[in-house]
Nanobody, 130 residues
């Protein structure tokens, strides 16, 4: 059974840090890119970051560049999203998802459209207080 399980969310003050984890199982980790998305109340889901399994390259949403870092630990089948200097506007439910190919987009979209992702985690809440 394919599973993606997020953890690490919580409540943090502005300027603080959190590390989200996405533990995957049921498929070959090296065969898929993994994306992180977020959705705030009343807003559309947006792509935050993506990491390619083909070469480890990563994309980031402009508003998180320099603050968020995506990484993967193949031995643990886990993808991380390190989030530093958090802002209230980062408040959202964060989801990881499996992209149906090994590479992230090379131009344009950070992650590609959500419908390109075929498996999703349940989400983890991140709340940043001002």
């Amino acid at each position: 059974e394919v599973q993606l399980v997020e953890s690490g969310g919580g409540l943090v003050q502005a300027g603080g840090s959190l590390r989200l984890s996405c533990a995957v199982s049921g498929f070959t980790f090296d065969d898929y890119a993994i994306g992180w998305f977020r959705q705030a109340p009343g807003k559309e889901r947006e792509g935050v970051s993506c990491i390619s399994s083909s070469d480890g390259s990563a994309n980031y949403l402009d508003s998180v560049k320099g603050r968020f870092t995506i990484s993967s630990d193949n031995a643990k089948n886990t993808v991380y999203l390190q989030m530093n200097s958090l802002k209230p506007e980062d408040t959202a439910v964060y989801y990881c998802a499996r992209r149906a190919e090994r590479a992230c987009p090379t131009r344009g979209s950070v992650t590609g459209a959500p419908w390109v992702y075929d498996q999703w985690g349940q989400g983890t809440q991140v709340t940043v207080s001002s």
